[in-house]
């Protein structure tokens, strides 16, 4: 695909240079700065001045002033042309012989020793560009000579010249390039790359020389641009490799130049340009009679037989438009990046951004979304350009222009879409995606407002399960963009999010409350009245809970509870006082008991009054069970069991005042007894469980929970109360018409307790108070345990003694280790108890380390009624 990268502008017309002279052709040329000379079939160098002229529209042309032409004296064409601008000297090829001329007067330069500098046989030569002489008045050349197969490198001086290096080649070269040690070289059959310095040689690839004119061009530090066969132009470096795809050209080409990132190839009617970045046909100019290409110094020039032209490379930005306006994207790209190298850093980068900016907005008109999101990154995009295509996304109070010159072609959304619904809702969830990704990164800075609102407007009106994830964060989005269009879509519980982030809790409750009570629909939540609940948990703002919570307890007592009951822990002033909980509460009963639980139950809170109060609603709640309308059986025995749990549970409520309520009540028997209980008022208690509810089990459990926490003294002393209960004789079941069924029935319970609780029991204190009419055989379980737990108590106690002696004894002995000397005895000392000298070391020690003889010892052992501990040590003397 063709681009414009060069014009072809005329430098030297015809006229000016050789008038009407219609057999002299141009055979080479020459040009340094603004100096430029032209050699010709007949001998000639002809010097001309170029100007540079800029057109009031930009468009560059060249003026040419002739200042001189000299004829050589020879009689064959000027073969090659070069400058050595530091000795102000031509090097002139012509009929064989190089010579030097000077640049201003065109005169040959005569040598130091008389005569001219001259080198003769010579077919072709080339300027080192890269010299390894520091000299700076000197010039490094390579010479090709005529039928010999040698390379000779020359020193070239104002006046003279010197042979530095001869280097020999396997076959006659045909054309050389010189760069630092390195030639390149085209020989008969093939190219190499010589090292004149070390003498390595290296073959690149073969070459047929009569066929095609060779080409080796220098391009850069030590790479060279070679003519292959096939109609290729191969890149080689110093090493023999190639860095770079080779670019497709004619068969033909008679000539190549390098301007940077292109190749410039001549061929007989054609110049054909080629990118380095994507080898890839960038422009074809017509060229007929081609004889020159040569670039100096960045400036292309060619000649025809007749005149000489410039290509002038057009700028490379406007390059890059031209592709981005044909939608060439990614060919843009490579020459932007290629460009890298020719570009000031500064410029490259600002530049680099805004061709990444475009390419991405070409590609988002495309749809070619992923691949216009990394041009967007790459090319740090202000996020709002984007935006901005969206009608109405942007607030109103935004401030953002687009970027000038324009980054794209499209008006807005709809202009891109051009009423294709489909794509104007891709490019829409694109957006989502995109803004997304970059919200959370520096690309946002100075324009979060512009973002956060857009995206709260896209998830609106896609119904987009993040809009609640973009509220619940910490955010940006302007609350007067975002009221209208929240309330559009019917937003209200993110409405109320959003009124909530900008501290305007109020708002978001009423607006919440009225969802919660069908005066607005949204079906965000369906729990909406529980998250109300828990938002009232967690305000720090008390004058709020109390503005609200009375709405919460109407609609729910239960779960409006948990308003107070599930605040989190706090050290400021946010933390709800009880007694105001419990006052403000005590028009709703059922949250009002709900919290009491929480304190008493939950946070095990003992303070009378909670304890107290919360007894009082137990049992108010059973009273009206049992005094009001019919109720179940299950919810009545159900409250019981609750007030009566709480009633042996707790330990913190007013007794007397609890029983004061109940002190009449029939029905609540076995709660008045638990309450005698917490009196210490047992005798009353178990009255009322064995005498008036006939409820055993229960005095059985009276007892044990009586006696919880309690020595087995307390709990034997119960239990031995209760005994004494069943088989009172002045019981009023006892006694009376009908009494012997209602003593048999309590004695029945009395064996029943003693069977099942013996070792509870004293024995001997339960045999004397038992009937002596009572059968054995009735009290064979009791008895059996009874004995079974006082022979287990004799055994244990015998052996906790025997462990006890055990114990002492061997403290003793540990003792005696410790305090345990050595005992000296000799033929000097005396025994104690006979008092006779010792013989032999065997001896017994007495306590206090006292030694005598061991027969002395055993018979006083014998004598002794009471025997007395020894220890035996055996010494030495």
């Known amino acids: 695909m063709s681009v414009k990268a060069f014009e072809l502008v005329p430098a030297v017309e015809r006229d000016l240079l050789m008038g009407d002279k219609a057999r002299i052709n141009i055979e080479c040329i020459e040009c340094c700065g603004k100096h430029l000379y032209v050699a010709t079939n007949d001998c000639f160098i002809h010097h001309f001045l170029l100007d540079e002229v800029t057109s009031s529209k930009g468009k560059l042309t060249y003026s040419a002033q002739k200042l001189l032409h000299k004829y050589l004296g020879l009689k064959k064409p000027v073969a090659e042309l070069r400058a050595a601008s530091a000795l102000e000297r031509l090097i002139v090829l012509c ?29 072709a030569f080339c300027i080192n560009e890269n010299p390894v002489n520091g000299d700076p008045f000197c010039v490094e050349m390579g010479v090709l000579l005529s039928k010999r197969r040698t390379v000779q490198v020359y020193m070239v001086y104002e006046d003279r010249v010197q042979l530095v290096k001869e280097v020999n080649t396997p076959e006659q070269p045909c054309a050389v390039s010189l760069d630092g040690y390195f030639l390149c070289l085209a020989l008969t059959t093939q190219y190499m790359i010589l090292n004149y310095n070390t003498g390595a040689a290296q073959d690149l690839f073969p070459y047929n020389s009569e066929e095609r004119r060779p080409i080796v061009k220098r391009i850069s530090r030590e790479e060279f641009l070679l003519a292959a066969p096939g109609g290729l132009g191969m890149f080689a470096n110093a090493e023999g490799a190639s860095q770079r795809a080779p670019v497709s050209w004619s068969e033909s080409v008679i000539a190549a130049a390098v301007c940077f990132p292109y190749v410039v190839a001549l061929d007989e009617n054609f110049i054909t340009i080629h990118s380095m970045l994507d080898q890839q046909l960038k422009q074809t100019l017509s060229f007929r009679d081609g004889q020159v290409l040569q670039d100096f110094e960045g400036k292309v020039m060619l000649a025809s037989t007749k005149a000489v032209y410039i290509l002038v490379p057009l700028p490379l930005e406007r390059q890059i438009q031209d592709l981005l306006a044909g939608h060439r994207v ?78 794209h072609e499209f008006a807005d959304l709809n202009h891109l879409a051009q009423g294709d619904q489909e794509k104007v809702l891709r490019c829409k969830k694109f957006l989502i995606s995109y803004l997304g990704e970059v919200r959370s990164t520096e690309v946002v800075n100075g324009c979060r407002e512009d973002v956060d609102t857009a995206l709260l407007k896209l998830y609106a009106e896609q119904d987009h399960e993040s809009l609640l994830d973009l509220l619940a964060s910490d955010n940006a989005c302007v609350l007067a963009d975002s009221i209208p269009w929240l309330e559009k879509y019917h937003k209200y519980f993110a409405l109320g999010l ?89 028009n709703h009963s059922q949250a009002l008991l709900f919290y009491l639980e929480y304190l008493v139950l939950e946070k095990k809170i003992q ?190 106690s015998q052996i906790a003694l025997g462990l006890a002696r055990s114990e002492n004894l061997q403290a003793l002995h540990d003792r005696l280790k410790e305090v345990k000397k050595p005992i000296f005895v000799s033929e000097k000392k005396g025994c104690h108890l006979c008092h006779n000298t010792f013989s032999e070391p065997n001896v017994v020690c007495l306590p206090g380390g006292v030694p005598v003889h061991t027969h002395c010892v055993a018979q006083r052992m014998r004598d002794s009624p009471t025997k007395r501990r020894l220890t035996n040590s055996s010494n030495h003397t």
């Open 330 to 407: 990614e060919e843009a790209l490579i020459l932007t990046e290629g460009a890298q190298r020719i570009i000031p850093k500064d410029k490259f980068q600002i530049l680099h951004r805004r061709i990444l900016q475009q390419a991405g907005f070409i590609q988002f008109g495309q749809l070619q979304f992923l691949e216009a999101k990394e041009h967007f990154r790459k090319g740090q995009l202000d996020v709002r350009e984007l935006i901005s295509l969206y009608p109405l996304l942007l607030p109103a109070s935004s401030t953002f222009t687009r970027c000038h010159p324009p980054l």
């Open 498 to 586: 959003l009124h909530h982030c900008n501290g305007q809790d109020s708002a978001a409750l009423q607006l919440w409350i009225r969802v919660v009570d069908g005066e607005l629909q949204d079906f965000t939540r369906s729990d909406l009245y529980e998250y109300i609940v828990d938002f009232l948990c967690c305000s720090s703002n008390l004058e709020l809970v109390w503005k609200y919570a009375d709405w919460a307890l109407r609609k729910d007592p239960t779960t409006g509870a948990h308003i107070f009951t599930r605040r989190p822990a706090s050290k400021d002033q946010s933390e709800l006082n009880s007694d105001d909980v419990i006052a403000y509460l005590g």
């Open 607 to 796: 303070k009378e009054k909670f304890h107290t109060h919360l007894a009082v609603l137990y049992l108010e709640k059973v009273l009206s069970m049992l005094s009001g309308l019919p109720t179940g059986k299950e919810q009545l025995a159900k409250a019981r069991e609750k007030l009566q749990a709480f009633l042996r549970e707790s330990s913190s409520y007013r007794v007397h005042f609890i029983l004061g309520k109940i002190e009449n009540c029939e029905e609540l028997l076995l709660e008045r007894a638990t309450l005698h209980g917490r009196l210490e008022e047992h005798d009353k208690a178990l009255h009322i469980l064995v005498h008036k509810l006939r409820d055993f089990r229960s005095a059985e459990a009276f007892c044990m929970w009586a006696s919880s926490c309690r020595d087995p003294a307390y709990q034997q002393q119960l239990f031995h109360l209760l005994l004494g209960v069943y088989l009172d004789k002045n019981s009023p079941a006892a006694g009376g018409a009908g009494g012997g069924g209602s003593s048999s029935e309590l004695e029945m319970a009395a064996v029943d307790l003693l069977n099942q609780h013996g070792e509870v029991f004293d024995a001997v204190r339960v045999l004397q108070m038992l009937p002596e009419n009572w059968s054995l055989q009735l009290l064979r379980p009791f008895l059996n345990r009874a004995i079974r737990a006082s022979t287990h108590t004799c055994r244990t």
């Open 95 to 123: 009929d064989g012989i190089v010579f030097l001329v000077d640049m201003v007067t065109l005169e040959s330069v005569p040598s130091a020793a008389g005569g001219g500098v001259r080198i003769r046989g010579v077919t």
